[in-house]
Nanobody, 122 residues
Framework: QVQLVESGGGLVQVGGSLNLSCAAS????????????MAWYRQAPGERRELAAE???????SYADSVKGRFTIARDSTLNTIHLQMNSLKPEDTAAYYC????????????WGQGTQVTVSS
């Protein structure tokens, strides 16, 4: 079992920045776990949950088109924490942001955090 704890959400004005963090209760990115990945999803009211950014065990990152060039996902040396640096925030970035972890490849297990709210005011 893996617990994911998010932090860093809040209220920010248009054009501002926020940094989200997600700490997992166990190592996700150890060298033997080449298929593991962590990500940030987001869900606005009345909308489907969508992938915002993802990072894999080898450090490969991917982003939704809507956040490319503004958001940066990174992991730190603890092997169990990721961050999402969000710059140039727009009202349409307002959503609940959820941390996600997937362990394994062909047979895998998924975990979700409780979510942290990001509100961008105009």
């Amino acid at each position: 079992q893996v617990q994911l704890v998010e932090s860093g959400g809040g209220l920010v004005q248009v054009g501002g920045s926020l940094n989200l963090s997600c700490a997992a209760s166990r190592d996700i990115f150890r060298s033997s776990a080449v298929s593991n990945r962590m990500a940030w999803y987001r869900q606005a009211p009345g909308e489907r949950r969508e992938l915002a950014a993802e990072i894999t065990s080898d450090g490969t990152t991917s982003y939704a088109d809507s956040v490319k060039g503004r958001f940066t996902i990174a992991r730190d040396s603890t092997l169990n924490t990721i961050h999402l640096q969000m710059n140039s925030l727009k009202p349409e970035d307002t959503a609940a942001y959820y941390c996600y972890a997937r362990l394994g490849r062909d047979v895998y297990t998924e975990y979700w955090g409780q979510g942290t709210q990001v509100t961008v005011s105009s």
